[in-house]
């Protein structure tokens, strides 16, 4: 990870828009960019993303294709439903503070795994033990308030946990001041494995 630059090159709107296009162009079959070693080898004497983008470890939702960017466009941070850790968090400041990206896009997606396994675990009250269980606490504060009675309940909690994982990030002191300027901004999404859509929430 080396940083080339500390002022954004776009706004965050621009930012969100370069996304935005980029599902379009997915979702109709037009991509623009493919992933070959060409392109890679055009952008190894640096980089210039214009976002961040959190995701879960979901093997079907590939966000450099999902959002169809090119290599050097956006920086890409994994884990299970975007769970958020130190080193997560350190990621998006990293791509915000050295990088200069202006978005930070916090994608969930429908049918999330380890978002059923939290609504399992809250129904039944019994939460497993170990690093997966690290997951199900860090995801279960989405769950509140939602009717597990509910058939939506876990996609209403997919929802709320995008939600959830937005305000934390827009409450981190080392990005609020840019987020006070506009010179940053942190959205949420969700990914439709069906379609390939991706829904931007307000």
């Not at 509140?144 to 997919?158: H, K, M, S």
Request: glycine residues 12%.
């Amino acid at each position: 990870m080396t940083g080339t630059r500390t002022v954004p090159a776009i706004t965050p709107a621009t930012a969100l828009g370069e996304l935005i296009t980029g599902n379009k162009r997915f979702v109709y079959g037009k991509p623009h960019y493919g992933h070959n070693v060409t392109q890679a080898a055009a952008t190894a004497g640096g980089q210039q993303p214009h976002s961040v983008v959190l995701g879960c470890i979901d093997s079907r939702v590939p966000l450099e294709a999902v959002f169809d960017q090119p290599f050097g466009a956006i920086c890409v941070a994994r884990s299970g439903a975007h769970v958020l850790d130190r080193s997560l968090i350190g990621s998006v400041e990293f791509a915000v503070d050295a990088l200069g990206v202006s978005l930070a896009l916090v994608v969930g997606h429908k049918r999330c795994g380890a978002v059923t396994a939290t609504v399992g675990a809250v129904r039944s009250g019994d939460r497993p033990d170990g690093d997966v269980g690290y997951l199900v606490e860090e995801i279960a504060p989405a769950v509140d308030g939602i009717d597990l009675a509910d058939p939506e309940a876990t996609e209403l909690a997919i929802r709320a946990h995008v939600t959830r994982t937005v305000e934390r990030l827009r409450a981190t002191p080392s990005l609020a001041a840019g987020i006070a300027e506009g010179r940053v901004n942190v959205v949420g999404a969700i990914y439709d494995l069906d379609s390939g859509w991706v829904e931007f929430l307000d």
